[in-house]
């Protein structure tokens, strides 16, 4: 498959980049912006992505809609998600997994990282950055949960190589995102890390106890705390590994 690629060496971060070019130019729908380093590679939250020299995965796809809502967001973010964790499975032999929100978790670490930044008009997402971050050589992480595709015992020889099967499935997922939307929902639930598992988390400054029973369609956590229900939006509770 023909990829439409940007290869930088060194940048700040690949969604800033991608994020200054738009605004004097239209990048074509599945264009790809690679660096081997990021100075100042950005995660979720404000939080920073150290997972950023050359033996890792460093990208950012642009991606132009025709007809998806904002309400709609969460979908395409599953949609993400479930390509990211599809593409390590391909690599690996082993269980890969989605922690909610959109974390890819093999072995009980994260192997993986996604920082969708969309474009919007009145209720529509017109385009969107879409930022990935996969470990792929790396062995040694100051974060105790990481881990690598090398790690999870992959033979994979290149970043290039996983780059080009993430490529395929991002594009095919999208399809699958227009044409089955609810196929792309209950392929989420099936892959959620730690689902019906008492799990810990962290919600205005107290650890909470509870299950996971699932996410709605806005991208809440349904969390079952004893005998009530709680939905948790992404960032009002944190993950407590244990
Ligand atoms: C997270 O798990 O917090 C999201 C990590 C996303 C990291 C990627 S690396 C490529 C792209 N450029 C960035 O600055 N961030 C994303």
Redesign the pocket.
């Known amino acids: 498959m023909e990829i439409n690629r940007i290869s930088l060496f060194e940048i700040d ?4 980049y991608a994020s200054n070019l738009m605004k004097s130019e239209t990048l074509p729908h599945g264009t790809v912006i690679t660096a081997q380093f ?1 100075t ?5 939250r404000e ?1 920073s ?1 150290e997972g ?1 020299s050359h033996q890792n995965l ?3 796809w642009v991606f132009h809609f025709d007809h998806l809502k904002v309400a709609n967001g969460f979908i395409y973010n599953q949609a993400i998600a479930l390509a990211l964790r599809q593409s390590i499975h391909d690599w690996i032999n082993q269980e890969v997994f989605i922690k909610w929100p959109n ?1 890819i978790i093999v072995n009980d670490k ?1 192997i993986a ?3 969708i930044e969309n474009y919007i008009l009145g209720d529509d997402i017109k385009s969107s950055l879409c ?3 996969v470990n792929i050589f790396q062995t040694q992480f100051s974060f105790p949960q990481a881990t690598s595709l090398m790690l999870a015992g992959s033979d994979i020889a290149s970043t290039d190589s996983f780059l080009e099967t993430l490529h395929e499935n991002l594009l095919e997922k999208l399809e699958e995102l227009k044409l089955h939307p609810s196929l792309i929902r209950e392929q989420y639930l099936l892959h959620l890390y730690r689902a019906k598992d008492l799990i810990a988390l962290k919600h205005n400054e107290q650890v909470t106890r509870g299950y996971i029973q699932g996410v709605d369609e806005w991208g809440r956590l349904i969390f079952s705390i004893e005998n009530s229900i709680h939905l948790f939006q992404s960032g009002e509770v944190q993950w407590i590994w244990e």
Not at 13 to 16: C, F, G, I, P
Not at 40 to 44: E, P, T, V
């Open positions: 971060s690949t969604n800033n990021q100042k590679g950005r995660g979720q939080n992505w950023s460093a990208a950012t974390d994260k990282g996604i920082l930022g990935i971050g």
